[in-house]
């Protein structure tokens, strides 16, 4: 039996018999409309709260996790941003269980964080001594003599004479991630976000032991 024409089958129909005729015959095309309506709504939402990045940390080494490393970024979000700055910009911190002193890293995580670094994507590193030393040897860090900022009172890690690396056991931030010594922070050497480096290495300083 054909399906009258729309207009026609609920023309004498009270309110309640249309909805009842409309939801009978319709019902996967309003679920298909109320889904894309959802889903135009939920991307513009997500286009709309999606913030860019003021700073790009990566955090290394074998046991690192998103899940240690994301009271890092909220914290560092909340001071060194200010409150205007917050509604736009994030600082992002990335986890990536890698370090050099592994006997067998996992090639996935290599290529994500040299990709990463290759690309740009990455501003400062916190990284274990192996990692720090197999990563300098082929030039991926800023002298942090270029930055303007008085390191005097910070631990620095000197290779050739030059700081290259700040050792972060002094800071309480990092504490609770990292509760052994040896850990550095580096910036990597192709980073366009010289300011914001020196917004952090400032905070750092205001804020040793």
Known sequence: ??????????????????????????????????FLIFLAGFSIYEISQRKEDFLKIAVTGG??????????SEHLSDVLL???????????????PYSAAEENPSFEYVQKLFVL???????????????????HGEGYFLNLNELEVDLATLETVDRTGEPFGILIH????????FPEQGWILSVVVNSDRSREVERLVEYLIANLH
């Open 82 to 96: 200010t409150e205007e700055q917050k509604r736009d910009y994030r600082i992002l911190v990335e986890a990536i």
């Open 63 to 72: 046991m690192t996790t998103m899940e240690n490393v994301t009271g890092l």
């Open 117 to 135: 670094i290759s690309a740009g994507e990455i501003d400062v590193l916190v990284i274990d001594e192996p990692t720090f030393a197999t990563l």
């Open 170 to 177: 002094d800071f309480e931030i990092f504490q609770d991630i």
């Open 1 to 34: 039996m054909q399906k009258p024409k729309f207009k026609e089958a609920i023309a004498n129909m009270t309110f309640k018999q249309k909805q009842e005729y409309i939801w009978e015959y319709y019902k996967l095309q309003i679920m298909a409309a109320v």
